[in-house]
């Protein structure tokens, strides 16, 4: 879409007698003195502000001050051609009827992201807006079109990038956490999938492809923000991740994305919420006949069953989940499933197990969950806690501070919301037994 040229900038340019270069270098200058280093725009920067991009905050409001005391008389955004973007405060928490429109929402979602913008930090966590995109997902129809006829190209390698940065971002953010990496994640977001899917130019096919990638990255974007437990963020990344997965005719990476959401739900208490994500993430695993996508659904039923204190519901859902695990076969299932294995299946029982004050069950699963794969170091921070609580269900108090502290250790070199969150857990266990010698050495140890 072409541009429309900002006269009022060019204007006050020339008004103010400003050449391109030097209102760059001024406005470099203005920002390290306001607080804003590192900004090095140039003549070019100028150029493409005339021609109609919009550049960043605060580079608007960095504006209004240079032409001020240049001309002697104040300005606003507006006056210079740069009003301000007003974002809706409920941006993100829909599912969009269209392609479209789903593009435009996901690319502002990721742009106000980008700015930090104040709504979506301090954004809530809304029950209805999971339940809408869930019922959504559910009956909407398959996209017809979801190609795009910009001025670029999208092919082949432009996919496999975002694959592979998924995949690595993937592996930094379960080595060191969350608040490591998530803001490059956004970046990359914003700077390199959003061109593509608003200004490029695919058909059908290759529209399917890049939806499923941008909604993997999308969906690993939601998570390190629940890991960080910005929940209100987090669940508007899961939708809209979910919205691209329907772009993409996906059914099993849609029942991965609300599986996620289920989790999301128990781990915040939402149990009945957590219930009707995990069974439609089960009917989108039906669908897509992806065995441990149903294993994975049924387990994050258990553990809402486990939460609402149903015992003999949340066996029953175990159970299931042991026949469809048996029944998998991970060479013919997505790569981005690969993390779901006999340790991870264990993890879970574990949950479950000690919501419902079950010691002994887990004990033995939280010692099975532990036989992992050693990049998942924030994964194993919480199994180690999860024995630890088993361990303290089952009155072996010195193991338990044992393994307890190397949970701790884990925790204090994760930037890890949750991390944290499992670490007061267990000194929150602990603290019935402050006055016993192997918690005093625990809590010399590790400062707890």
Known sequence: MEREPNRLLQQLIAEAGFSH?????????????????????????????????????????????????RLGRPFSPVEVGMPAIVSPLDLGQEFTHTWKEGVATVTALWRADMERRRFLIDSTFAIG????GAVRWLTSPPEEHPGGAGSRRVGRADITAIHEVTRSFGELDNRFGSGRVRASVIKYLDTAVSPLLKEGTY??????????????????????AYDLEQHGLAQ???????????????????????????????????????LDLARAAQLSARRAGVHTLLCSSLVQEAHAHAGLGDARSCGKALHAAEVAFDTRAPGDEPAW?????EAYLSAKFAHCFRDLGEGERVVRQARR?????????????????????GLLQCGELEEA?????????????????????????????LEPYKSEPAVRALRELSAV
């Open 129 to 132: 807006a999971g339940s809408v």
């Open 236 to 274: 508007r990344y899961l939708i809209q991740a979910l919205r691209l997965a329907r772009g993409a005719d996906d059914h099993a990476l849609g029942g991965e994305i609300l599986a996620g959401m289920a989790h999301q739900a128990s781990y915040m208490g939402q149990h009945a919420h957590a």
């Open 21 to 69: 270069k030097g209102l760059a270098r001024c406005l470099n200058d203005l920002g390290a003195a306001r607080g804003a280093p590192g900004l090095k725009y140039d003549h070019s920067s100028v150029l493409r502000w005339i021609g109609g991009q919009r550049p960043r905050d605060p580079v608007p409001c960095l504006l209004t001050e240079i032409f001020a005391l």
């Open 401 to 429: 501070c044992q393994v307890a502290g190397t949970a701790l250790k884990l925790a204090g070199e994760l930037q890890s919301a949750r991390s944290r969150s499992y670490a007061a857990d267990l000194r929150r266990r």
């Open 337 to 341: 499933l690969s993390y779901f294995d």
């Open 369 to 389: 969950s532990l036989d992992m794969d050693g990049r998942y170091v924030r994964g194993r921070m919480f199994n180690l806690s999860l024995l630890a609580a």
């Open 203 to 224: 058909g059908e096919a290759t529209g399917r492809q890049l939806a499923a990638a941008a909604a993997e990255l999308t969906r690993l974007a939601g998570w390190m």
